[in-house]
């Protein structure tokens, strides 16, 4: 019977994979949600990479606080190869999938063949879990890796999702849409069940505007016109770089409608898995419906 190697590090992901190393990783590659995560527990990691929709240099809006000028960006896509990983040096990569257990971002061949030179920790973000969930998930990694519980940070969460609870409750009929802009003639309408940070929204008591029916998941495709005819109060808007420039649609008039209308706030779909980020996001929507809603 062959022995087991003796590990000093643990962690059991997503996918009920088993990592481990003879002692706890310190040079940590992750996709960029994930490394910006880390970094807000106090984890630096050595290199990030993007997906297939990001480009030749890491997405601002993804990379939450990080430290870009001193974090390698490795690439995205099926432009990011498996020499690019390991040249860095990694004892850890930290990566995501929407299910299914399929890493997010990355060729199937360089996933594979990455695990057989070092660890691979998969953090399951997809619809299935919420946000606080995902957001335990990632600390209890942290953990693993020497990152403590910030106190401080939980307490200003606990803070901003009592805040924007009494913000949705006083706020009455402001209606939220979150949406990522596809171009001059197409819109992205979110749906708020399928994504945790709006599913959190609704929970607390915010009311997030439902797209009409189709065959989208996580959008419903269509034209502007859908978008102003929901007649939202507020408006999430996808801030990452593969979503449409407002020059793009700027003078479409249904757009205009909708802007007219309604407080226009940026949006990123893939916020860091942290206290610190939710506690923002939270604020942000609060103050919103706090403009928005019925003078008192």
């Known amino acids: ?28 590659v992750a996709y960029i949600q994930a490394g910006a995560s880390l970094w807000d527990l106090g984890i630096r990691p050595v290199g990030v990479f993007g997906s297939y929709h990001d480009g030749e240099r890491p997405d601002r809006a993804k990379s939450g606080t990080l ?15 498996l020499d690019d990983v390991l040249a860095v040096r990694p004892d850890l ?16 061949d360089v996933a594979k063949h990455l695990e057989e030179h070092v660890p691979v920790a998969v953090i399951d973000v997809g619809q299935g879990r919420g946000l606080a969930a995902v957001r335990e998930r990632v600390a209890e990694l942290g953990r693993t890796l020497g990152a403590t519980q910030d106190g401080a940070s939980l307490r200003e969460l606990t ?31 979110a749906r708020p069940g399928k994504w945790p940070d709006l599913s959190a929204l609704t929970g607390l008591g915010v009311r997030t505007v439902e797209p009409p029916e189709g065959p989208g998941a996580n959008w419903h495709t269509g034209a502007w016109a859908d978008a102003a005819e929901l007649a939202p109060d507020v408006v999430l808007v996808d801030a990452r770089a593969n979503a449409a420039p407002r020059e793009q649609y700027a003078g479409d008039a249904q757009w205009a409608a909708v802007a007219e209308r309604a407080l226009v706030l940026p949006w990123n779909p893939e916020i860091a898995a942290s206290a610190a980020a939710h506690a923002a996001f939270f604020d942000q929507v609060a103050r919103a419906l706090r403009q928005r809603g019925p003078s008192l």
């Open 1 to 28: 019977m062959e022995e087991r190697p003796i590990t000093a590090w643990e962690f059991t992901d997503d996918r009920g994979h088993l990592a481990a190393a003879p002692e706890a990783p310190e040079r940590v």
């Open 67 to 81: 430290p870009l000028d001193d974090v390698a960006y490795l690439g995205a896509g099926a432009t990011l190869g």
């Open 159 to 189: 803070r901003a999702e009592s805040e924007l609870a009494d913000a949705a409750e006083r706020a009455g009929a402001v209606r939220v849409l979150a949406l990522s802009p596809g171009g001059p003639d197409s819109v992205h309408l």
């Open 93 to 108: 990569v930290v990566a995501l999938t929407y299910g299914g257990g399929q890493v997010y971002g990355v060729e199937p």
